[in-house]
């Protein structure tokens, strides 16, 4: 294997630098993703899809991301190989540290219980629990005791300003609340990666306004942003672009000074990749 | 996942799908139903038999020498039947030496009966009577009191004195409107003086068991008992406690193989009858019963079970998306599994308590317009609810695993 950590880096800040020096040792901590070489294939009837053709892609802690692609470019199963949804055929996959793409569904299930906070574009929301009950979903699969539960649903609720709609249930809010509760939900494991698949895709522009300064402000707090979008209006409030094309990545651009939407050149840098 | 938890979730689905859940628990719950009805019609048949027919027959601790037993509920065959036939008499004679064997403390009372016509000047015309010639603690035994009147002394048993205490019925019938205490009745045309009236005992299956006369065995009509005047019909004896009760009854036993003279290989030419004995066959009789009242309920327990087993496979893929959502949250199969067997087990269990709640009126309904004391059994409303809740679970097993493998991408891109 060519790609080592070592190969990839991001230029201009040194002190970014992968300290990992040969194949199949866990990466640092700087690191909360690394991908090489990540392969995925479907067998769709006899006819095999390469959706994924090798894959190197390494998030820092702390970096806001922004995955896009044209629709078939293998957006989407990345984020199902990051957010431990799915398995690869090829290459590795370290999340925090942790060698993921070998694991065993049971295993997999308690990564994307503790380290992944998924928010998705329909909010997949349970109908029939209150916003609280919802947020609580995955303390109870991390098996938190009821009355911590329920402070931590809590607190994570009032962190997106829903505080006084705990008892509300999905169909009673509104459709940037119910992001802003499966948001809430996203974060209250604590989790390494806020792992966002069109989040904006149901809603209207304004909403989409609000949800995105919800992600910045959690960016701001340090917290560990991926999102997968085609809207680049959406991806331009991340900090890092990475961009798919036919299964490999196609371009990788991090923008040093973060601009609103009014239209401020952006300061941008190639992220090298062997 | 918390069961607590995914039992709220069950009845929430309940409630929401009111139609569907009743269809879903009406197997179970009828099955449960005739389950708890059935069993406790049975238990309310078994108590009236030991408490109304037999406990009236046969006294506590006690039980009757006889040559065969008088108490036979349909188990006797032909050959028994022709062995109880060709079996010697008991005789007076033989009693003294039993009476000698028997432990301290035990009593006893020498009985012959037999159906009598009975006539007295004042009332209708003759009535066929039971009249039982008996001596000893007879009265004592049965705990047998008058209602009017007094009971035998022991000088009108030694001397075999003409008197008699008579039932309620028979007073009806020979003395309709007059104390019979004092006056003459006529036993097959045998003048006796009434000297008591017996206190009610009921009946039982509509046979009275009032329409009774007792007389000292020693008085006149101790011929018309039966064929020859020393032969008699019952030794009932009976002990301080069920112990003695077995010493007594093995003492007497030896006592009459002795007198019999039966080789060791013979069996007992002679009957010891227990209230148990008494009751051996319909406690046979009961395990069938039983047996029935769960294997037909069990049919429509099984249909009950591929209902549910529909009815989660529906809910499995109605809620596609949830589960794919709930295995991205975290949840690990077992815990799909488990959501979805608590839930199907959940809906069986509530089945199963309208069962037990119909059934338990049924069995109500039942002491209210029969004679039979019909009685829920505790065990039968335990084994209905967890009958139930297996149903529930037995047929959540399949649809359960199928949602715990269901691969979560495809589940949650599923709307």
Same mark, same amino acid.
């Given at each position: 294997m060519t790609n080592t950590i070592d190969d990839i880096g991001i230029s201009t800040t040194g002190e970014r630098r992968a300290v990992v020096a040969a194949p199949g040792v866990a990466p640092g901590k700087d690191w909360v993703i690394v991908a090489r070489g990540l392969k995925r294939e479907y067998d769709m009837g006899g006819e095999v899809v390469r959706a994924l053709r090798g894959v190197d892609l390494a998030i820092g802690r702390n970096e806001y991301v922004a995955i896009m692609g044209p629709s078939g470019s293998g957006k989407s199963t990345l984020m199902n190989l990051i957010g431990c949804l799915d398995s690869p055929n090829g290459g590795e996959y370290w999340l925090n540290g942790q060698l993921? !793409?070998?694991? !065993?569904d049971d295993a997999l299930a308690r990564v994307r219980n503790k380290e992944i906070g998924f928010v998705f574009q329909t909010f997949n929301?349970?109908?029939?629990? +209150?916003a609280l009950q919802n947020v609580e979903l995955p303390l109870v699969y991390a098996g938190i005791p009821a009355d911590e539960r329920k402070r931590r649903a809590t607190e994570a609720l009032d962190s997106v300003q829903l505080g006084p709609r705990l008892h509300h249930r999905p169909n009673e809010l509104s459709g940037g609340q119910r992001q802003r509760v499966a948001i809430a939900r996203a974060l209250v494991n604590r989790p390494s990666i806020l792992l966002a698949d069109e989040? +904006?895709?149901?809603?209207?522009s304004t909403t989409s306004q609000e949800i995105m300064r919800v992600f910045e402000e959690l960016s701001r707090q340090g917290q560990t942003v991926v999102m997968v979008t085609h809207e680049p209006d959406i991806a331009a409030h991340a900090r890092r672009v990475v961009v798919l094309r036919d299964g490999v990545v196609e371009s990788d651009e991090r923008r040093e000074k973060f601009v609103d939407?009014?239209?401020?050149a952006h300061a941008t840098t190639k992220v090298a990749h062997d | 996942m918390n069961t607590f938890e995914a039992i709220r979730l069950a009845l929430g689905t309940i409630r929401t799908q009111k139609l569907k859940s009743a269809f879903t628990l009406m197997g179970v719950c009828i099955g449960v139903m005739f389950l708890i009805a059935v069993v406790s019609i049975v238990n309310g048949m078994g108590r009236y038999l030991k408490d109304d027919l037999v406990g009236k027959l046969i006294a506590i601790n006690s039980f009757e020498l006889r040559h065969?037993?008088?108490?036979?509920?349909?188990?006797?065959?032909a050959a028994t039947w022709q062995e109880y036939q060709r079996r010697k008499r008991l005789r007076d004679y033989e009693v003294p030496a039993v009476i000698e064997a028997l432990p301290a403390g035990t009593r006893y009372a020498v009985v012959a009966d037999a159906p009598i016509n009975m006539t007295s000047s004042f009332g209708g015309g003759p009535r066929s009577v039971r009249v039982t010639g008996v001596e000893g603690a007879y009265f004592d035994i049965k705990a047998l009191e008058v209602s009017d009147g007094r009971l035998f002394t022991p000088q009108e048993y030694a001397m075999g004195t003409p008197v008699a205490v008579i039932g309620p019925d028979v007073v009806e019938r020979l003395f309709p409107s007059l104390n019979p205490i004092g006056r003459e009745v006529r036993i097959a045309g045998l003048p006796y003086t009434v000297v008591g009236i017996a206190e009610s005992q009921g009946s039982a299956f509509g046979m009275s068991f009032d329409n009774v006369a007792y007389v000292p %065995?020693? =008085?006149?009509?101790?011929? %018309?008992?039966? =064929?020859? =005047?020393?032969?008699?019909?019952a030794v009932i004896i009976q002990s301080p406690s069920e112990a003695e009760m077995t010493e007594a009854m093995e003492a007497t036993r030896q006592v009459m193989r002795m007198q019999h003279q039966l080789r060791p290989a013979q069996k007992d030419d002679f009957s010891l009858q227990t209230s148990d004995s008494a009751l051996a066959f319909w406690d046979k009789l009961q395990g069938y019963l039983v047996l029935a009242g769960v294997a037909l309920p069990a049919f429509g327990l099984v249909v009950g079970a591929i209902v549910i087993m529909n009815i989660m496979l529906v809910a499995v893929a109605e809620r596609t998306s949830e589960i794919g959502l709930r295995k991205a949250l975290g949840a690990r199969r077992r815990d799909v599994l488990a959501q979805f067997l608590v839930e199907s087990s959940t809906l069986g269990a509530v089945g199963a308590m309208a069962g037990v709640a119909l059934g338990v009126f049924l069995a109500f309904v039942m002491r209210q317009v029969t004679p039979l004391p019909t009685v829920v059994a505790p065990w039968s409303v335990a084994l209905g609810v967890l009958v139930g809740a297996g149903v529930g679970i037995i047929s959540g097993v399949y649809p359960a695993s199928r949602a715990s493998r269901l691969d979560p991408i495809t589940a949650l891109r599923q709307e």
């Open positions: 993921v !793409s070998a694991m !065993s929301l349970l109908p029939r629990a +209150t989040p +904006t895709g149901n809603l209207d939407r009014v239209g401020i | 065969r037993p008088n108490i036979n509920m349909g188990d006797v065959d %065995l020693q =008085a006149p009509a101790r011929r %018309l008992f039966n =064929a020859e =005047a020393n032969m008699i019909d």
